[in-house]
């Protein structure tokens, strides 16, 4: 019985197994429109071996560039995607990730004919060229007479990480792609951060006037998600869509749900404007009962650093409610007592008096209500109900934002 080569020591040898011994597997993750939840397409991500430092690809690929052998390692890397995504990948779109350095070159060219791409029942039109900004192209129009002649053949182009530095940009005009996949560190928080989000306003607007389609990176949050429904990001990529598997799965049916549900939601605003009620935007979220502790609601919070409250319920109908901030506030004062202080039963912490207004209720009427309250409770969530029992809760953000979108209506 043939018994595998152990893996060597130093990171040259290992380079050399894995380049040799084709020692790379690929990942595949979904790339989903955000209008329909349908997915566009899989991106081809090679891994090393699992048990080597090279298993993260900025280090391979560093390494390859160190010692120059990035062609080989491109190719390597493009034949394992091709061979492996032809496996699952149908009517959808492949986005392999190419090394600006590699695309002149021979070996490039000849694993990217019609003829090859044949062999594994795949055309032209399948494949998108993900450029990555591993190498900074020196050469623009030598680069685009090169990229050219892939579009003539039916390629698509997809600049990655557009957004991150002047590098990304001067390839998005240069090159005129039909994809630009937005930097996750613009996508991470746009939620919570307003500076974040006119920059993602004034990159719609260029890409709507330029026809070039957005791909929003790193979409962790179902928060994430809503606002980069909201700006109209064609699609999305990220680990709250689907993780990197070895063959390319469809999305969560919740998650599409989701994404159908929220696109609708919008429409709704435009076309209803002040008719638009707060059970239209309510979220169901997790309660608990008069008889849980303090130490029940610190776990709720302490287990999701996105949640800012949690409701109060007695029977079904809302009697509290509990502001992480608030609770945060009274575990310092108690910190001499710690232990007393979360045994106690959360009816003894909680607000007693939150906002509670019917489902039916207009944004624009709900609005009015909450900027009128207390300084201390401008913030605080708004609980919802349908026939007294609790229905859901509202974010203040997204209670003013929902009817600033009422009012452009």
């Not at 695309?103 to 490039?108: A, G, M, S, T």
């Amino acid at each position: 019985m043939a018994v595998e080569k152990k893996m060597p020591n130093t990171d040259y040898q290992v380079f050399k197994y894995i380049l040799n011994g084709g020692k790379i597997h690929s990942l595949f993750q979904p790339i989903v429109s955000l209008r329909t939840g349908e997915v566009l397409g899989y991106e081809a991500l090679s891994r090393g071996p699992v048990d080597s430092s090279f298993y993260r690809p900025d280090y391979l690929f560093e390494y390859a560039h160190r010692i120059g052998e990035v062609w080989k390692l491109d190719l390597l890397c493009r034949e394992k995607a091709i061979d492996n995504g032809s496996r699952f990948i149908g009517k959808k779109k492949l986005f392999i990730n190419i090394d600006p350095l590699s695309i002149r070159d021979p070996e490039f060219q000849r694993g990217f004919t019609k003829q090859k791409l044949k062999e594994f029942q795949l055309n032209c039109a399948d494949i998108v060229m993900e450029i990555t900004e591993k190498t900074a192209i020196k050469d623009y129009a030598a680069f685009n007479e090169m990229l050219n002649s892939y579009r003539e053949q039916g390629y698509s182009v997809a600049v990655d990480d557009a957004g991150s530095g002047y590098s990304g940009l001067r390839t998005v005009a240069e090159t005129r792609p039909e994809y630009i996949k937005i930097d996750m560190e613009l996508v991470r928080n746009v939620d919570k951060d307003r500076l974040k989000w006119e920059l993602l306003k004034s990159i719609r607007t260029f890409s709507f006037s330029a026809g070039i389609q957005l791909i929003a990176e790193g979409i962790e949050t179902i928060d994430e998600c809503k606002k980069l429904i909201e700006l109209e990001i064609d699609y999305g990529q990220g680990y709250w869509l689907g993780k990197p598997e070895k063959q390319g799965k469809a999305i969560a049916e919740s998650v599409k749900h989701f994404i159908i549900q929220w696109n609708q939601n919008r429409r709704k605003i435009a076309q209803y404007g002040a008719f638009f009620q707060v059970k239209d935007i309510a979220v169901q979220d997790q309660t608990l009962s008069v008889h849980h502790s303090v130490k029940d609601a610190d776990a709720l919070f302490m287990n999701n650093n996105h949640r800012q409250g949690v409701v109060i319920l007695k029977e079904d109908r809302p009697v509290g409610l509990i502001m992480r901030n608030k609770l945060e506030y009274l575990r310092i004062k108690a910190e001499n007592e710690i232990g007393l202080f979360l045994e106690k039963k959360v009816e003894e912490v909680m607000d007693e008096q939150p906002m509670i207004i019917p489902d039916f209720l207009s944004v624009k009427e709900a609005s009015f209500k909450a900027i009128t309250r207390k300084e201390e409770n401008k913030y605080d969530y708004i609980v919802i109900t349908r026939e007294g029992d609790y229905y859901g809760i509202i974010s203040i953000a997204a209670l003013l934002e929902t009817a600033a979108g009422c009012s452009e209506a």
